[in-house]
């Protein structure tokens, strides 16, 4: 089990792995156990300060008390000015591409200075959050490995990733959905397989490859949600930060979620109370063969690594769950 962070280092909780694997029902679960749900914080900059969407307690991004506070705190007298320049910088220094230079290898100087820059802007942010939440626990669900490593590289952070894995299969079939999100009242873009499959195998491998950086943990969306209690004690026990003892259902499957202050993930952000906890299975009866087919082809290897059955029809037994976490 990983230490306690030091008193003066926040605890970032990461959630890393590709689109539309349940980061934020895992983000709103974690955040019954006493840490400050934050969303997908690299949509901040954008979002937030430049489109100016809705935040989950019903009110536009720019009247939110909580986030007027740490815009204020964080970004000074010229906000808009100081996210434009974020979103240059997490351009050039955040994406996957530049997971390897962030490791010291074939990085120039500039790219340095840039990671520096943008280190610098992140810190104020979360300490920011931190302040404003008085929490010293934060989680993230922005699911990029690369914006996990530049968070590790800031003094002041302890950052500890919750690496979630969902089938494939289920990924490239809620992509080709179409999905409103009422913090800006437009749809959420569908993607290809080809792309899907691409990010899926892409994020997941980098997001393995922090576990030799970072206290690190590997979860599924399926067994987070036909056995809550289980995945998020393997949560705690691995990455700490929060304690599953503080998890609780109410009736046979439901849990509590209460309001949060998010700008960005899945629509289901917005909804609170109580909420019954069951696994998305309709992909393995309306997905297109053709499709199931295409992606299991193309993510096989990754497939077999983390104990999903070839068979796109077939359940993920418990046995394979089980063989799933590291």
């Known amino acids: 089990m990983a230490s306690s962070a030091p008193r003066d280092r926040i605890v970032v909780l990461y959630i890393a792995g590709a689109g539309r694997s349940g980061s934020t029902l895992l983000d709103r679960m974690l955040g019954t156990l006493g840490a400050t749900s934050t969303g997908e914080l690299n949509r901040f900059w954008r979002h937030g300060v430049l489109l100016d969407h809705g935040c989950t307690c019903g009110v536009a991004f720019s009247e939110c008390d909580y986030w007027r506070e740490v815009v204020g705190l964080a970004l000074g007298h010229d906000a808009r000015a100081t996210a434009r320049r974020a979103i240059a910088l997490q351009e050039s220094v955040g994406r996957s591409r530049d997971f390897i230079r962030l490791h010291g290898w074939f990085s120039s100087a500039s790219f340095r200075s840039a990671v520096e820059e943008y280190r610098s802007l992140l810190g104020r942010l979360y300490l920011a959050l931190a302040q404003v939440s008085g929490n010293d626990v934060l989680i993230d669900s922005s699911k ?7 968070l590790a590289g800031i003094p002041e952070l302890d950052v500890r990733v919750i690496h979630l894995v969902r089938d494939p299969r289920a990924c490239v079939y809620s992509w080709r959905r179409h999905r409103v999100d009422p913090g800006h009242g437009g749809t959420q873009g569908k993607q290809s397989i080809q792309r899907t499959v691409a990010f899926w195998n892409t994020r997941n491998l980098l997001a393995g490859w922090l576990s030799h950086r970072l206290p690190y943990v590997r ?3 399926e067994e987070l949600t036909a056995n809550p209690v289980l995945t998020l004690q393997q949560v705690s026990d691995s990455v700490g930060g929060v304690s599953a003892a ?3 259902l109410h009736g046979a499957h439901s849990i509590e979620l209460p309001g949060t202050h998010t700008l960005s993930g899945s629509p289901s952000r917005f909804r609170t109370g109580s909420i019954e906890l069951r696994t998305d299975v309709e992909w393995r009866e309306k997905m297109r063969p053709g499709a199931a087919r295409t992606t299991t082809l193309l993510t096989a290897p990754l497939l077999a690594r983390y104990g999903y ?8 037994t418990r046995a394979t769950v089980d063989a799933a976490v590291p």
């Open 144 to 150: 990029i490995p690369t914006e996990a490593l530049l």
């Open 246 to 248: 503080g998890f609780r």
């Open 219 to 221: 979860v599924t969306y």
């Open 309 to 316: 059955p070839l068979r796109w029809r077939e359940p993920m």
